[in-house]
């Protein structure tokens, strides 16, 4: 076995068994698939890379073979490296995609060893997965998101780049590897239907000035991610956070308390057969919200009620799904912090996710979090990445129903 493949499976085993073509073009982010490619190999992946003749300007196909502990594909030969590879693969990665190729693959040219590959892939239905890389308004031009869309009528995923200093920028390494793992993950939530709320809410002081609190919905989102990549219908009831909600949800926007638990009450018709209450809204709100702005120089006093309560009446209104709560808590111990869970449980939960917040790398905007997932048949500490509880949460929650 070849020396660098000692890292397999030493973060996970997700990708235990499953084979990755990287498929690299000719796009400055080519410097991160060393990176990328060792990323999905430390999750149990065995990866093998396709080059373009414009990315083995920017980085070696010696780098790439050191990466992966495997012979790279350059050029096409009379061994037909395209077929080989396509056939071999248990999915494809284009990643950085250059809109050149992105536009080639939509319009089925095959003239380099990565187009080739992703063709035959598309073929034989293999999940493709494409990360472009580009500058921002090569990016927004209507005729390449045209071509996105043709990728994606086929099937082909598309994971969106980070727009930053007017360029499109590659997606994190992290969320290419996630969205890799989910794709290929076990589609055992086909047909069943899940509600998740995720984000904080607000509450307006005047026009002008709200309150609100610190989450950004990343727990919810990841739930709402990983329930969908297992073939789940997934509604998700989402406050004013700033992540992207991900592909293939259906997305409530929301704003305020109230709007959130109507939007909630009216999606708990559906039935659905897991409920997930990850949003964290506003515990009150102003009683007379101002009319116009006030001023600095004013001196105020606001007078606080309880806002509306959003998981109250879930059990009435849906008996038989499996309830999922949150609960937030700050500088408490593992003790305190279960018997609050098990209080919360006692409402009627099936299941409560409690974190205290105020613990490095669990806190509100991490992508990781360190949480107590307490049922009536016991509980369990765990730290890990926001996707990694998410799968965790799912996995006892389907074995519940």
């Known amino acids: ?16 068994g499953r084979k990755i073509a990287l498929c690299i073009t000719g796009s400055v982010a080519a410097v991160k698939c060393p990176e990328l ?5 430390r999750h149990g992946a065995e990866v093998r890379a396709c080059m373009s003749p414009q990315a083995t300007q920017l980085i ?8 992966t502990g495997n012979e790279v594909v350059v050029r096409l030969t009379g061994r037909l490296e395209h077929v080989e590879l396509a056939e071999w693969a248990d999915l494809i990665l284009v990643a950085p995609a250059t809109a050149n190729t992105i536009a080639k693959i939509s319009c089925a040219i095959d003239d380099t060893p990565v187009t080739s590959v992703v ?32 990728l994606r009528s086929v099937g082909t995923q598309v994971l969106g780049p980070r727009v930053e200093e007017g360029r499109a920028k590659i997606a994190e390494v992290g969320e290419i590897v996630q969205l890799v793992i989910e794709t290929l993950g076990p589609k055992d939530m086909v047909g069943r239907q899940v509600l998740v709320t995720a984000g904080p809410t607000i509450e307006p002081i005047d026009p002008v000035k709200i309150i609100t609190n610190r989450s950004t919905g990343k727990m919810g989102l990841a739930i709402a991610r990983a329930a969908a990549a297992r073939g789940a219908e997934v509604s998700l009831v989402y406050g004013p956070g700033n992540e992207v909600p991900p592909v293939g949800v259906r997305v409530i926007r929301v704003e305020r308390t109230q ?16 409920v997930v209450s990850a949003a964290a809204p506003q515990d009150f709100m102003v009683e007379r919200p101002a009319e116009r702005k006030l001023r600095h120089t004013e001196p105020v006093t606001l007078r606080l009620v309880p806002a509306p309560r959003v998981l109250s009446g879930v059990r009435e209104l849906s008996p038989g799904s499996f309830v999922i709560g949150f609960k937030t ?4 111990s593992d003790d305190e912090l279960r018997r609050a869970a098990e209080a919360k449980l006692a409402e009627g939960l099936d299941m409560v996710v409690a974190n205290d917040v105020s613990r490095p790398g669990a806190g509100f905007g991490t992508d990781t979090n360190e949480v107590l997932i307490v049922t009536r048949s016991g509980w369990r500490k765990m730290r890990a990445t926001k996707a990694e509880i998410a799968r ?8 519940k129903l």
């Open 392 to 399: 965790e949460i799912l996995d006892l929650a389907i074995g």
């Open 60 to 67: 070696t196909p010696d780098l790439m073979h050191w990466a």
């Open 1 to 16: 076995m070849h020396p660098s493949k000692d890292i397999l499976g030493t973060r996970g085993s997700e990708l235990s």
């Open 329 to 332: 808590e700050y500088g408490v």
């Open 37 to 41: 490619a060792r990323e999905l190999m």
């Open 259 to 274: 709007e959130m638990r109507d939007a909630f009450l009216k999606e708990l018709e559906r039935q659905p057969d897991i």
């Open 119 to 150: 063709s035959v892939a598309l073929g034989l239905k293999k999940p493709v997965v494409v990360v472009p890389a580009m500058h921002a308004s090569m990016f927004s031009h209507e005729l390449f998101q045209q071509n996105l869309a043709k």
